[in-house]
């Protein structure tokens, strides 16, 4: 008995192996520069002064990862200090606070941490600056930036 792959289950895995293969067969400065324009189009808060550290401090593997899940790195300056770096499983953004001294290291651990492990949850997660996890903190809620008319 033959099974066959329906053509959308078939173009789908297909689509994925050719996302997967053109983020790995990109250098890893396209790497780089592919996050900071996925920012710009994402992140309210993007300016290249404010996200350029926090994407550089990321390993480009991490990188790698956080294109082909669709993951974007965003600077909030809402952030507060206490609170500089969080994950919104939802919309599928890391934030971090670009002011607070110990977020850029932070979130890149924080991100280092979640794509070795290939853990991406759905909850938004928050936390403190010392690294330590903050649990009934109120933080902002992300937005998306808006597309431009016509856009």
Not at 51 to 67: D, E, K, Q, S, Y
Not at 120 to 128: G, H, I, N, S, Y
Request: hydrophobic content about 45%; glycine content about 8%.
């Amino acid at each position: 008995m033959q099974h066959r792959l329906s053509w959308p289950v078939s173009g789908l895995a297909l689509f994925g192996a050719l996302v997967a293969f053109q983020v790995h067969a990109q250098s890893d400065a396209q790497v780089y520069d592919n996050a900071i324009e996925q920012a710009a189009r994402v992140c309210p808060g993007h300016s290249a002064e404010r996200t350029r550290p926090g994407i550089r401090a990321v390993g480009v593997g991490a990188l790698r990862v956080l294109a082909q899940r669709r993951v974007t790195m965003c600077p909030d300056r809402r952030l507060d200090a206490a609170t500089p770096v969080v994950w919104y499983g939802q919309a599928g953004v890391f934030a971090w606070n670009p002011e607070v001294k110990e977020a850029v290291a932070l979130v890149a651990s924080k991100v280092d941490a979640m794509t070795r492990k290939d853990e991406f949850p759905a909850e938004t997660l928050v936390w403190k600056a010392d690294g330590s996890e903050a649990r009934g903190v109120t933080v902002p809620m992300f937005e998306r930036r808006p597309r431009p008319a016509g856009g």
